[in-house]
Nanobody, 130 residues
Framework: QVQLVESGGGLVQAGGSLRLSCVASGGTFSRYTMGWFRQAPGKEREFVAAIRWIGGNTHYTDSVKGRVTISRDNAKNTVYLEMASVKPEDTAVYYC???????????????????????WGQGTQVTVSS
């Protein structure tokens, strides 16, 4: 059983930055493709970023490109989401998710799909004030 625990959310002013962390326990983290999703009130959960389990490939949704960086530290079983120049529209609950199947094929459209992931964290709230 894999457990994911996010942290690092909070209140930040527009234009500021923050770093979200997600620590995984159970299983072999280095073989997980990891994703970050977010859900704003009244909206569906949307993809933010993903990082491949091997090779370090990354993929971002267009609205965060250039402002957000996903990275991982396999020694710490942790995936990060660094957010810069945040905007009020970034306000949401942010979730990390794990695809534990270690599929070698990397298709960006595939990693955007929530159903790909078999484990989810409980989420961390990010609120951006204008």
């Amino acid at each position: 059983q894999v457990q994911l625990v996010e942290s690092g959310g909070g209140l930040v002013q527009a234009g500021g930055s923050l770093r979200l962390s997600c620590v995984a326990s159970g299983g072999t983290f280095s073989r997980y493709t990891m994703g970050w999703f977010r859900q704003a009130p009244g909206k569906e959960r949307e993809f933010v970023a993903a990082i491949r389990w091997i090779g370090g490939n990354t993929h971002y949704t267009d609205s965060v490109k250039g402002r957000v960086t996903i990275s991982r530290d396999n020694a710490k079983n942790t995936v990060y989401l660094e957010m810069a120049s945040v905007k009020p529209e970034d306000t949401a609950v942010y979730y990390c998710a794990a695809d534990t199947r270690a599929v070698e094929l990397w298709i960006p459209a595939r990693v955007r799909t929530p159903t790909l992931y078999d484990y989810w964290g409980q989420g961390t709230q990010v609120t951006v004030s204008s």
